[in-house]
């Protein structure tokens, strides 16, 4: 089987999982035991040098409790269809802000 180069696509998820992962005070060898991979794999992962395997990065974001979307937003971010502004926004908030944001929201529409 051919391997797959990776990209700079590649390299903004690993990014991201690394900056999320240290946010959350996890240790690589903590994260990679709960994926079950090895930490130079997921060195490698965060690195961007190998392209993640898709329930990998899905168990991942199950760990950090951090929605998938997450970690591809610096991806998508210069789309040309991508206008949503809010969501980039929202995905930069802790969950504290999200939870004082909802309940501002809800206090202005009432």
Not at 56 to 67: E, G, M, Q
């Amino acid at each position: 089987m051919a391997q797959l180069i990776s990209t700079e696509i590649d390299k903004l998820i690993g990014q991201r999982i690394q900056q999320k992962r240290r946010e959350q005070g996890y240790s690589a060898e903590r994260l990679a035991e709960y994926v079950d991979i090895s930490q130079p794999q997921l060195s490698r992962y965060e690195r961007g040098t190998n392209k993640i395997n898709v329930a990998h990065l899905v168990a991942i974001a199950t760990f950090l409790k951090t929605p998938i979307s997450y970690f591809f937003a610096d991806c998508m971010e210069m789309a040309e269809w991508n206008q949503d502004e809010l969501d980039r926004h929202w995905l930069e908030l802790t969950p504290s802000q999200k939870i004082h944001l909802i309940a501002f929201i809800k206090a202005f529409k009432n």
